[in-house]
Each structure stands twice: as structure tokens, then as C-alpha cells.
């Protein structure tokens, strides 16, 4: 069976960090490219960063540009994404999403993180 | 950037009903918009990609239409699990970007 498993989230203080992993199995991860995705309590979906199936390209929202780096292990079939300079804003369940074509068709079930002193 | 306005932004049914769901796109972006399907406290879950196809184990009373800028999901007869909230999204250019999403609600 396809499954991502997301960790990692927590209460922060803003202005920290935290690294979110989202373990893979059931699939050749090698092969795809993975998203983050977050969405903030009560709101919509919005796209983070994304990263090859090799690990040689990344994308990222502007709104969390310099602030977040996403990589990957091949090796562990896991995705990562550090989170730096957290700010209130970025309060929300973070889901990895494993990308088919365009769209994506595998998510996890999201890992919290919340922002607040 | 890609922008998907999605309309209505609520639609209240009844089940049995059948459900019209609208995305628009600031931009052609082919065929390539997928539509996912959101629970509370739940995973999105892909119902069509590519415009068109549905994703596996999705219902064939799910179908999508379209191309270019306008599509459609349209669900031929409301079953009560499926009341959620759904939404559009692209990745034709990047940012992938999400519609602010559909609730259909039970009237």
C-alpha cells in the first residue's frame, strides 16, 4: 500500500524552527517528486514547496522562501522540510503529497505545527 | 501565477441531487487541473486529474469536464459521504496553486 507518514510538527515559539519528515513506502521513491501543503485552521489548501524525484530541484511558495529548506533521502524514503523564522502565519497542518502528472495523488495525514508564545 | 476561482463558494443539496462545481483559470492551463475531495479533520483525496479522469476508487457519479481556463465536477446524484469541501488545482506553471474551494453542504 501507497502511504506518506508526516512527523515532526509541535508548539514553537516564533522566530524557531522545527524539521518536519514525511516517511514513504509502497512506492519506488526514487521516481517522484514530492510537495508540502499546508493549510491553516479553517482556511484552504496552500501549496508550500516541492522538491525532484532526485533531489536536484526545489520549489518553493514566496511566502516561505528563505525561511523553509526542503530535501529528501532517497536512501531512508523520506522527505524533509526544515522550518525556520516561524511566524504566526505559518500555523497550520502540513501534509506531503506525492505528485502524479500534475496533480498529486497520495497525502499524508498531516502533522501540526503551531506557532505561539 | 496561476489563480483558480472556484464558484460557488457554497452549494447546498440535497442527497440525490446532482452537484456543479465550477473552476476558472486566470490562464489557459490545458487539461492539466486535478479536483480533490476534503472531510474534516481529513486528507485531501484526488477525485480527477487531468480534467477528466478519475483517480482510483472514485465513483463514476464523479465526472470532470473541460479545458483551457472554465472546468466542471459534477456529481450525478449526491451520496451523503460526499459532503465536503472540494477543491481545484493546477500545476502547469508553478506555483502549484489551489482553488479557495467548494463546500457542498446537506440542505
Known amino acids: 500500500e501507497v502511504q506518506l507518514l508526516e512527523s515532526g510538527g509541535g508548539l514553537v515559539q516564533p522566530g524557531g524552527s522545527l524539521r518536519l519528515s514525511c516517511a514513504a513506502s509502497?512506492?519506488?521513491?526514487?521516481?517522484?517528486?514530492i510537495h508540502w501543503v499546508r493549510q491553516a485552521p479553517g482556511k484552504g489548501l496552500e501549496w508550500v514547496s516541492a522538491?525532484?524525484?532526485?533531489?536536484?530541484?526545489?520549489y518553493y511558495a514566496d511566502s516561505v522562501k528563505g525561511r523553509f529548506t526542503i530535501s529528501r533521502d532517497n536512501s531512508k524514503y523520506t522527505l524533509y522540510l526544515q522550518v525556520s523564522s516561524l511566524r504566526a502565519d505559518d500555523t497550520a497542518v502540513y501534509y506531503c503529497?506525492?505528485?502524479?502528472?500534475?496533480?498529486?495523488?497520495?497525502w499524508g495525514q498531516g502533522t501540526t505545527v503551531t506557532v505561539s508564545s | 501565477e496561476v489563480v483558480l476561482t472556484q464558484s460557488p463558494a457554497t452549494l447546498s443539496l440535497s442527497p440525490g441531487d446532482r452537484a456543479t462545481l465550477s473552476c476558472k483559470a486566470s490562464?489557459?492551463?490545458?487539461?492539466?487541473l486535478a479536483w480533490f475531495q476534503q472531510k474534516p479533520g481529513q486528507a485531501p483525496r484526488l477525485v480527477i486529474y487531468?480534467?477528466?479522469d478519475r483517480a482510483t476508487g472514485i465513483p463514476d457519479r464523479f465526472s470532470g469536464s473541460g479545458s483551457g481556463t472554465d472546468f466542471t465536477l459534477t456529481i450525478s446524484s449526491l451520496a451523503p459521504e460526499d459532503f465536503a469541501v472540494y477543491y481545484c488545482q493546477q500545476r502547469v506553471n508553478w506555483p502549484l496553486t489551489f482553488g479557495g474551494g467548494t463546500k457542498v453542504e446537506i440542505k
Open positions: 522538491i525532484s524525484g532526485d533531489g536536484d530541484r526545489a
Open positions: 490562464q489557459t492551463i490545458s487539461r492539466y
Open positions: 503529497a506525492k505528485e502524479k502528472g500534475y496533480s498529486l495523488d497520495v
Open positions: 487531468d480534467a477528466s
Open positions: 509502497g512506492f519506488n521513491f526514487n521516481n517522484y517528486a
